[in-house]
């Protein structure tokens, strides 16, 4: 991920480094190259006028062309911007990374998406984490009676990672699956519980309807929200949609091995408030990273 962005910004400051001693104007031209590879990331725009105006004026604060190196003072500034956008920084309040379980057992889970954004496969990368990481019991299972494959497709996953699923009942609904599945799970003394919701082609109606009657029924620690970075500002639009209609505790972003830009990685915070938790870096199992503002930005100025 970021490959693009950050070829490109290492040859600003590759350029800003042979000049030495910097010009009010080399500062401007410097921010100036800033916003365009931003754009050429598929940064939204909003966040992309941020980031450049606070580059700006952190840089004439700080007065860098006075400074002894000014170059690094103008890559520290923009590094601190970038981890501000992905949702960290100094005195910026931080969840610890990955997903929380701080609450009575069995802790529910909520995975929310459209279909095709990696929810499935996720809920397996989670399932796997917590059984061999944080030694945990886990309970996998579908409310997906749309398609007929997806809990067959959970089952099949759950076996690869090693934990049980809820065994299938035809004719059930979400919501009573979900209360089965709960049910399960206090008499069996599981620690967690992850629901792996139906997910749609595109955002409707119903599937909200949906997700926020599970949402409802099952009051889930965490409500995570997987999009596919791949798909860019959509993936944006679709986290702002689901926080605003069902709300959510956090974001997976998936496919994040297949993506050179980073847009919506980057615009991810500010345009829906909702922090990036995890990242999906592939399709087997063992392919799922904490996310961490700070490693990630250290990525994209490599
Ligand atoms: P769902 O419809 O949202 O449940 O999506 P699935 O979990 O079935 O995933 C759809 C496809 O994306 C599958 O072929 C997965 O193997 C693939 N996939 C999921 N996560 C990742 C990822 O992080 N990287 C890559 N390269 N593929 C992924």
Same mark, same amino acid.
């Given at each position: 991920?970021?490959?693009?962005?950050?070829?490109?910004?290492?040859?600003?400051?590759?350029?800003?480094?042979?000049?030495?001693?910097?010009?009010?104007?080399?500062?401007?031209?410097?921010?100036?190259?800033?916003?365009?590879?931003?754009?050429?990331?598929?940064?939204?725009?909003?966040?992309?006028?941020?980031?450049?105006?606070?580059?700006?004026?952190?840089?004439?604060?700080?007065?860098?062309?006075?400074?002894?190196?000014?170059?690094?003072?103008?890559?520290?500034? @923009?590094?601190?911007?970038?981890?501000?956008?992905?949702?960290?920084?100094?005195?910026?309040?931080?969840?610890?990374?990955?997903?929380?379980?701080?609450?009575?057992?069995?802790?529910?889970?909520?995975?929310?998406?459209?279909?095709?954004?990696?929810?499935?496969?996720?809920?397996?990368?989670?399932?796997?984490?917590?059984?061999?990481?944080?030694?945990?019991?886990?309970?996998?299972?579908?409310?997906?009676?749309?398609?007929?494959?997806?809990?067959?497709?959970?089952?099949?996953?759950?076996?690869?990672?090693? *934990?049980?699923?809820?065994?299938? *009942?035809?004719?059930?609904?979400?919501?009573?699956?979900?209360?089965?599945?709960?049910?399960?799970?206090?008499?069996? %003394?599981?620690?967690?519980?992850?629901?792996?919701?139906?997910?749609?082609?595109?955002?409707?109606?119903?599937?909200?309807?949906?997700?926020?009657?599970?949402?409802?029924?099952?009051?889930?620690?965490?409500?995570?929200? *997987?999009?596919?970075?791949?798909?860019?500002?959509?993936? @944006?639009?679709?986290?702002?949609?689901?926080?605003?209609? *069902?709300?959510?505790?956090?974001?997976?972003?998936?496919?994040?091995?297949?993506?050179?830009?980073?847009?919506?990685?980057?615009?991810?915070?500010?345009?829906?408030?909702?922090?990036?938790?995890?990242?999906?870096?592939?399709?087997?199992?063992?392919?799922?990273?904490?996310?961490?503002?700070?490693?990630?930005?250290?990525?994209? %100025?490599?």
């Amino acid at each position: 991920m970021f490959e693009a962005l950050s070829g490109k910004l290492n040859g600003v400051f590759d350029r800003l480094r042979r000049r030495g001693a910097l010009t009010e104007a080399d500062v401007a031209e410097a921010s100036r190259e800033v916003r365009i590879a931003l754009l050429e990331a598929d940064v939204a725009l909003p966040v992309v006028k941020d980031i450049v105006s606070k580059v700006r004026e952190r840089a004439v604060g700080a007065n860098v062309i006075k400074s002894v190196s000014p170059a690094q003072q103008v890559i520290k500034i @923009v590094n601190d911007c970038l981890v501000e956008a992905l949702g960290g920084g100094e005195g910026v309040e931080q969840a610890p990374p990955g997903i929380s379980l701080q609450a009575a057992s069995p802790v529910p889970i909520l995975m929310i998406g459209l279909q095709g954004s990696g929810k499935t496969t996720t809920s397996g990368k989670i399932a796997l984490r917590l059984r061999t990481r944080d030694k945990k019991k886990v309970l996998l299972a579908s409310l997906d009676v749309h398609r007929p494959a997806a809990q067959l497709q959970l089952e099949t996953l759950a076996k690869q990672a090693g *934990v049980a699923s809820l065994p299938i *009942v035809a004719g059930q609904t979400p919501l009573q699956i979900a209360a089965r599945a709960m049910e399960v799970a206090r008499g069996e %003394l599981y620690d967690v519980v992850i629901l792996d919701t139906a997910g749609r082609l595109s955002i409707d109606e119903a599937l909200m309807d949906e997700v926020a009657a599970v949402k409802a029924a099952t009051r889930p620690h965490e409500s995570l929200l *997987v999009v596919d970075a791949m798909t860019g500002q959509d993936a @944006v639009q679709t986290a702002r949609a689901f926080n605003e209609r *069902v709300g959510i505790t956090g974001i997976v972003m998936t496919r994040v091995d297949g993506d050179a830009r980073g847009g919506a990685a980057l615009s991810m915070r500010a345009v829906t408030g909702a922090p990036i938790k995890l990242l999906g870096a592939g399709e087997k199992l063992e392919a799922l990273e904490d996310f961490h503002p700070d490693r990630i930005a250290s990525r994209i %100025l490599g």
